[in-house]
């Protein structure tokens, strides 16, 4: 049976942090609306900001839903899956706020990340947790971590900033249920 967590104690944390993958779920209010599922990964780019806040590096990709529902309706589940060690799932269902570079809140979350300023960085992405819980493994698979890869990096290096911005404009501007994504305020 499952557990329910008050908040991330240091035992916690350091699970979370250890996990290779978090995958991250979202859904426009609307019925007919795409519900998202987006893996993301890579070290150092998920950092525990107090007892109940969890935030993220977000990259630069060919879609923007996750930014998109946040602005819409802020919902959000991270969830993590234990690829080694004991079986073990662990979700944070939250509301979620995106963050671009150049906010006034920018520079204090960048400093917790070693590669917010690189090229691929669009936005860290705030969990404010409003449940927190575990529930078993048993079906997940044990995997062996290889490596994180560098493709992220060296498409955006071969792109530059113009290209990159360029990029955002065309692919990341609204979703694809026509939500806006990085056009318009930060929430």
Same mark, same amino acid.
């Given at each position: %049976?499952? #557990?329910?967590?008050?908040?991330? &104690? &240091?035992? /916690?944390? *350091?699970? /979370?942090?250890?996990?290779?993958?978090?995958?991250?779920?979202?859904?426009?209010?609307? @019925? =007919?609306?795409?519900?998202?599922?987006?893996?993301?990964?890579?070290?150092?780019?998920?950092?525990?900001?107090?007892? !109940?806040?969890?935030?993220?590096?977000?990259?630069?990709?060919? @879609?923007? +839903?996750?930014?998109?529902?946040?602005?819409?309706?802020?919902?959000? !589940?991270? %969830?993590?899956?234990?690829?080694?060690?004991?079986?073990?799932?662990?979700?944070?269902?939250?509301?979620?706020?995106?963050? /671009?570079?150049?906010?006034?809140?920018?520079?204090?979350?960048?400093?917790?990340?070693?590669?917010? =300023?690189?090229?691929?960085?669009?936005?860290?992405?705030?969990?404010?947790? +409003?449940?927190?819980?575990?529930?078993?493994?048993?079906?997940?698979? /044990?995997?062996?971590?290889?490596? &994180?890869? *560098?493709?992220?990096?060296?498409?955006?290096? #071969?792109?530059?900033? =113009?290209?990159?911005?360029?990029?955002?404009?065309?692919?990341?501007?609204?979703?694809?249920?026509?939500?806006?994504?990085?056009? @318009?305020?930060?929430?």
């Amino acid at each position: %049976m499952g #557990k329910v967590y008050e908040r991330i &104690d &240091d035992r /916690l944390r *350091d699970w /979370l942090l250890s996990q290779p993958v978090v995958f991250v779920a979202t859904a426009p209010l609307a @019925g =007919d609306g795409h519900v998202n599922v987006s893996p993301k990964g890579g070290r150092g780019t998920v950092a525990v900001l107090d007892e !109940t806040t969890v935030a993220y590096l977000d990259f630069t990709g060919s @879609g923007v +839903e996750t930014i998109a529902h946040l602005r819409e309706n802020g919902r959000i !589940t991270l %969830m993590w899956c234990a690829f080694s060690g004991p079986p073990k799932i662990v979700r944070v269902h939250g509301r979620g706020s995106v963050v /671009l570079p150049g906010s006034p809140r920018w520079p204090s979350l960048a400093r917790l990340f070693p590669g917010a =300023d690189d090229p691929p960085v669009r936005a860290v992405v705030v969990v404010q947790a +409003e449940r927190i819980s575990d529930s078993c493994g048993y079906g997940v698979p /044990l995997l062996d971590l290889r490596a &994180d890869r *560098d493709v992220l990096e060296r498409w955006s290096a #071969k792109k530059g900033p =113009d290209g990159l911005s360029a990029y955002r404009r065309e692919k990341n501007a609204v979703s694809i249920d026509g939500l806006p994504g990085l056009e @318009g305020p930060e929430q």
